[in-house]
């Protein structure tokens, strides 16, 4: 069996870091989505540079191991949803292009499409049927309303930073870091 010293260790520090975050979600409470956010990121890294299958043991094993490190195990809940979320996009890609070349679909609209019907399986029966995993307190139906709006909202900010993220932030280190 071959193994890739580098391709595991540079998985194994962006495993420590994504985790770091996920600790310093419950440690530093104003900065709680940005650290899991920035952990989520972290999966998409992954895949770009070696692959789904990588990819997918990468974010089980974060997954895990914040569940095992961190103290706030919500946050960890949180962590894995933007983590699938980034999983789902990297893995809707391929299939839109190939669909796009087959039966002439437009890649930008079937793009949000996709990732709206992702976050939304996620999204809304958290909202709904679990509403103390995304919220402290009773809401009202109006203020669930209201948090599903926010949330497409939300849905678009995390993901213009997460392409950000990619394209200009991670594709500079990248060259630096020479992962491969």
Known sequence: MHVNARKIAFSG????????????????KFNTLF??????FSVGIVIREFGMKFGAAYLIAAVFL????APNKLYCITFAA???YVFADELLWPVIQKLSVKIRINVSVSMWIGKFVIFNVMYIPMLFAFPKLLFAGDL????????FFAGQIILVIY???????QK????KYRKILDVH
């Open 13 to 28: 520090i962006m495993l420590a870091l994504s985790v770091i975050c996920i600790v310093l979600s419950g440690v530093l």
């Open 35 to 40: 650290l899991l956010g920035i952990a989520a």
């Open 66 to 69: 914040g569940f095992m490190l």
């Open 82 to 84: 933007m983590g699938i």
């Open 140 to 147: 009202s139906r109006e203020m669930i309303w209201i948090a």
């Open 159 to 165: 993901d213009k930073a997460y392409d950000y993220f």
């Open 168 to 171: 200009y932030i991670w594709s």
